[in-house]
């Protein structure tokens, strides 16, 4: 079965661009001109990945992003935008999106961004958990959703996408290289990242974040969950 991606740009020739692009390498492609088209497509139909703008005529490409995954959307989203100031770059990441390309892109680089995307997703798909329970709290990586002491708890596609990593190799130390490479997508050895995602699952999770009972720091190593806590 083909992956199917969602292409949500308004420019009529990057779209064609697009389109051609991914139909070569033998993707199935749908196409929306404005955000608010994007928002029913993706709702209407699974797709596997979306590209999308940030300059869409109707509603900007931050506010679509936010607004999936607040609707519970999983599928990795490649942000395409002609700005290129970091702090754009930090607040489309920071609305959910996996990856972020500026123009005019380099089409070999956006497909193996892309195959990375993908390959990510399905790597993980092997050993997702569709819901899992620990102490008082309850997950449902499927819908998005977790709860705690039967109260609903928000948690950021990242965080959820963390949690299930760590749970998924439970009573495993897992390194923040690790998962920098396999939840970010990317290498650095700026691991800051890891640790605030950590800090803050702990601060919505457990009963006392610092002391935590189920994700726990293996010192000098990484995190490790543990099913059963300390």
């Not at 620990?134 to 002491?149: E, I, L, N, Q, S």
């Not at 457990?206 to 000098?220: N, Q, S």
Request: proline share 4%; glycine share 8%.
């Amino acid at each position: 079965m083909h992956s199917r991606i969602l292409i949500v740009e308004d420019d009529p020739n990057v779209a064609l661009v697009l389109e051609d692009a991914l139909s070569a390498e033998g993707y199935e492609t749908a196409h929306a001109s404005t955000g608010n088209m994007g928002m029913q497509a993706a709702m209407a139909e699974a797709f596997d990945l979306a590209l999308l703008d940030v300059g869409l005529p109707d509603k900007d490409g931050f506010t679509v992003c936010d607004e999936l995954r607040r609707q519970g959307m999983q599928m990795p989203i490649l942000m395409l935008t002609a700005r290129t100031t970091p702090d754009d770059k930090v607040r489309g990441l920071r609305m959910g999106a996996d990856d972020y390309v500026t123009k005019p892109f380099h089409v070999p680089e956006l497909l193996a961004r892309i195959q990375a995307l993908l390959r990510r997703t399905q790597s993980l798909a092997s050993t997702i958990l569709v819901e899992y329970r620990y102490g008082d709290v309850f997950v449902d990586f499927y819908r998005g959703r977790a709860t705690k002491g039967g109260r609903a708890v928000e948690l950021t596609t990242k965080e959820l996408v963390l949690l299930r990593y760590l749970i998924a190799r439970r009573g495993v130390v897992v390194s923040r290289e690790e998962l920098l490479s396999e939840v970010w997508g990317y290498q650095s050895t700026n691991t800051r990242t890891v640790d605030v995602h950590v800090a803050t699952l702990r601060q919505k999770l457990e009963d006392a974040p610092h002391a935590p009972k189920y994700v726990v720091t293996a010192r000098g190593e990484g995190y490790q969950f543990l099913p059963n806590g300390v």
